[in-house]
Each structure stands twice: as C-alpha cells, then as structure tokens.
C-alpha cells in the first residue's frame, strides 16, 4: 500500500489518424506508474505540438487542448519525480529544436552518471533549463545528430555517453523511436493496435485498445516504429542484463506481461514460496489492497488457508505518501483502511504485502487489525528485505529509510506489532519470477549493483 515509488511511464504511438486522443487513453491506462504529472506530443505538419501539466491525467490534459493536438505520430508520459525536481519544468515530453530537427524525449529510469555528463557538457558551455536527466539525453541526441547524421546513429551515440536507466520514446521530426537501455531495467513493448503500432511501457496499455503484443525490446534496443510496423536496431555484442525485479513484485499492473512473464502469476508465485518458507496455522489469509492481492492468494493456496478481503480501501482519501507530516499520514492510513470487523474479529490472520521501506504504515493497520478483533496478526512480505538504495528510478534513495538496515528481522516484527514476521527469500524470490538472477537488478536487497556506483559493491 505504502510501497516504493516509481519514476514514469511512457507511450508513442504511429497510426493512420490522429494519435492524441489514444496516447491520453494510454497514459489513463498507465496512470500506477506517475501521478505528478503527464504530457503528450504530436508531430503536426512541420512542429511538435505539447499539452501537458502537473497531476494526473485527466488535470494534465485538458480536454479542450487534447483535441486541438492533430497529428498521427507522438508520445506520451506520466511521471513520479526521481530525479529532478517536481513541477512544469520539468514535466514530460520535453522537446527542443536542434540541427534541423524538432526533437521529443519521453523517458523511464535514472541516469546514473548524469552529474558527471552534465557537468561535462555546463563547461563546454552548454545550458540546462531544468534538473532533469531527461533533458542530458535530448541535448545528447541533438548534439549527435549534428555529427552523426542520421537519428538512429545519433541515439546509438548518445547511449554510448549513457549509464545506468532509460527505457525510451522519442519524436525526431515525423519519425518515432523506442529505446531501451543495455541492462533492460526499465520494460517497453511494442504492440499492434487498430490502425497503427504502439510502443509502452506495459502491454495492458495495448490490451485496451484490444491490440496484439508483438514483443519486447530487447535490452540495448532501437526501433523506429510506423503506423505499418516497426525496423529493428539491435545492440551489437554481449551486454549484462539487470531487469528490475520490483517491477514484477509491486510497480506492473498484475495484467501486464513484462520479458515474457506474466505479472500476476509472479505475485502468485511469491505468494506459494512465502507460504512454503514461512508457513504458519491461521484462520484466513488477507492483502493489504492493492498491493499484496495476488501475492495473498498464492499464499493462501498454497498454505489452504482461506482467503479474504479484510480491510476496505477509500479509493478517494488519496495519497498519503505526499502528506507533509508523520501525523498528517498515520491519519490518512486510517481514514484509507478499514478493517472488517466481522472477518477478522476472534481470528488468526495472515496479513500479506509487496515490500516494507518504513514500516510505519504496517505498524498502524497491524494496531488497528488488533483494536478490531484479531487474535493473532502474522505479517508476510513479497520481497526480500529492503537494505540499500536505488540509484535506476526508484524513489528509495538513502539507507535511512529502511526499516531493514537498522533493525532485524525480529526487531521490525516488534516495531509494527505483528506476532510473526517473515520475507520471501531471494533465492525464493527469483524462482518466482522465473528468470536467472544474473538476468535481474536485486541490488536494493543485496547491495551489489549491476553499473559502477561510487561507494557501492559493483556486481560484475
């Protein structure tokens, strides 16, 4: 419920009539993965048209400038602040015109060495408007385009200067390209829908449309996508993969497929090991909504346990991470969670759930899980414990935050009240996902990190 946050979502679309109204449908669809704000931009005629603005969607995007936007190529973004401030600024597409070109940015990630990069580029006088790294990578392609050429000679330059994050869409004029980094950590799929092509960060955005998924880039990936199909550019040798485990465990929606992998049945699977490592005799088995659903009814499969609904979600109190004190949150935790008291009074329960960072918000619904009647409150978590930061658009940037680096196992089972306490392992973990490990990022659980971070254990 109160899980990790994610940096975006990003959507292109090429089709035979204008693509303004299904990217503001796409970006609807994708909404989970950023609330702060969303844009769209179209190709017209000989510019890129862009509507966009802070919250979600629907305020983002007014309805009276989305259909004002007229083109039939454009992109698409929703965004959760990692790095770069929140506000217009810094908002998605950004868009700049640059060796003969009007040229459109959409990205997913972090770059890991965009300090570096953009004091780089500050001293060879080169001027930054905002503090995102989204912004390096549209002057990187610009500046490539004027020595390289041709746009897919200039992306595959400027994804030589970058590391770390970055799943793609990008305008050049009239033309639309999807880029992945060599690591994969971030998905994008391409998917044919009615009239066109659409590449996005989730396939249930293609589902919407009632589209066919076509596939997955693949790690280190170009594609320039028309309304007719898309040409492939792959990546030229061997390269470590180091897909997000996260995004399978709590950011995909359950009915994305992501790399071939049903999310959903992942978050059962969790769900059964958990139950196979840390079984326990209880009465029933209960998500927190939304987050722990599918992983809850793994376990309870697995455990035969019974399973139930046993808190009710206010779908309109919002969101409490955003509040700006810790009463002001305790208090929108239990305005937005309320148990059944008819479940769960005199029972045994087993309370299931993506990740702990904090364990504030576990500690608050195990306490009123208890004041309603509950006997005993066993709480189980779908992902190993969390212990280092992540530096690839994840919002979990210092070790301060985790629960897990200051206390044990034992002493966060104290911390939120709960009679038991149990994670999933990671080896438990990766089995689940069904993917080799050193095909996957886990290094906020184990502290070994897929690109050369200063201070941090380089895993290769």
Same mark, same amino acid.
């Given at each position: ?60 995007? $007014? ?5 004002? =936007? ?55 006088? @080169? ?12 002057? =990187? ?68 449309? %009632? ?11 170009? *594609? ?20 997000? +485990? ?20 992942? @978050? ?5 090991? =958990?139950? %196979? ?10 998500? /927190? ?16 346990? $019974? ?72 709480? @189980?978590?779908?992902? $190993?414990?969390?212990?280092?930061? *992540?530096?690839?658009?994840?919002? +979990? ?26 994670? /999933? ?9 069904? +993917? ?22 380089? @895993?290769?």
């Amino acid at each position: 419920m109160a899980g990790p946050k994610h940096s975006c979502g990003i959507v292109g679309i090429a089709a035979d009539a204008d693509v303004a109204n299904a990217l503001y449908t796409a970006l609807m669809v994708i909404q989970h993965r950023g609330q702060e704000s969303a844009g769209i931009s179209v190709f017209d005629r000989d510019t890129i048209e862009t509507v966009k603005g802070d919250g979600l969607v629907d305020h983002a995007i $007014p309805k009276d400038k989305l259909e004002s =936007l007229k083109g039939q190529i454009g992109i698409g973004h929703v965004r959760y602040a990692t790095t770069g401030s929140k506000g217009y600024i810094n908002s998605q597409p950004l868009v700049v015109k640059a060796a003969g070109a009007t040229i459109g940015v959409a990205h997913n990630g972090d770059i890991t060495n965009y300090p570096q990069l953009k004091e780089k580029y500050m001293k060879e006088g @080169r001027t930054f408007l905002t503090d995102s790294d989204s912004e390096l990578i549209l002057k =990187l392609i610009a500046k490539h385009r004027v020595s390289q050429g041709g746009p897919v000679e200039a992306i595959r330059a400027a994804m030589g200067e970058l590391d770390g994050a970055y799943a793609l869409v990008i305008l050049i004029n009239d033309r639309l390209f999807a880029v992945r980094d060599p690591y994969g950590f971030r998905p994008l799929c391409i998917g044919k829908v009615g009239g066109g092509y659409m590449v996005v960060s989730e396939s249930t955005a293609i589902d919407a449309f %009632r589209g066919e998924l076509v596939r997955d880039l693949l790690p280190g990936e170009i *594609c320039e996508i028309t309304k007719t199909g898309f040409k492939s550019y792959p990546m030229e040798g061997s390269h470590p993969h180091a897909r997000c +485990m996260f995004e399978w465990v709590y950011f995909a929606r359950p009915d994305s497929v992501i790399d071939g992998i049903e999310v959903y049945q992942v @978050r059962k699977n969790i769900g059964k090991i =958990l139950a %196979r490592e840390h079984y326990v005799e209880a009465d029933l088995v209960m998500p /927190i909504p939304d987050s722990g659903r599918a992983h809850a009814i793994g376990y309870a499969l697995e455990a035969g346990i $019974p399973y139930e609904e046993g808190f009710m979600k206010n779908r309109f109190v919002g969101r409490t991470f955003i509040l700006p004190e810790q009463k002001l949150r305790e208090a929108a935790v239990s305005n937005k969670m309320i148990p059944i008291k008819g479940t769960v009074a005199g029972k045994r329960i087993v309370i299931v759930d993506d990740s702990i960072v904090r364990g504030t918000t576990l500690k608050i619904l195990v306490s009123m899980l208890r004041d309603a009647g509950a006997t005993e409150v066993h709480v @189980r978590i779908g992902s $190993p414990p969390i212990i280092a930061p *992540c530096y690839y658009g994840v919002d +979990m940037k210092s070790r301060d935050q985790f629960v897990a680096t200051k206390l044990s196992i034992d002493g966060i089972r104290k911390l939120i009240g709960a009679d038991s306490l149990g994670y /999933i392992s990671i080896d438990g973990l990766v089995e689940a996902i069904g +993917m080799p490990a050193d095909e996957l990022c886990l290094a906020c659980t184990n502290g070994k990190y897929p690109t050369r971070i200063d201070g941090e254990e380089y @895993r290769f």
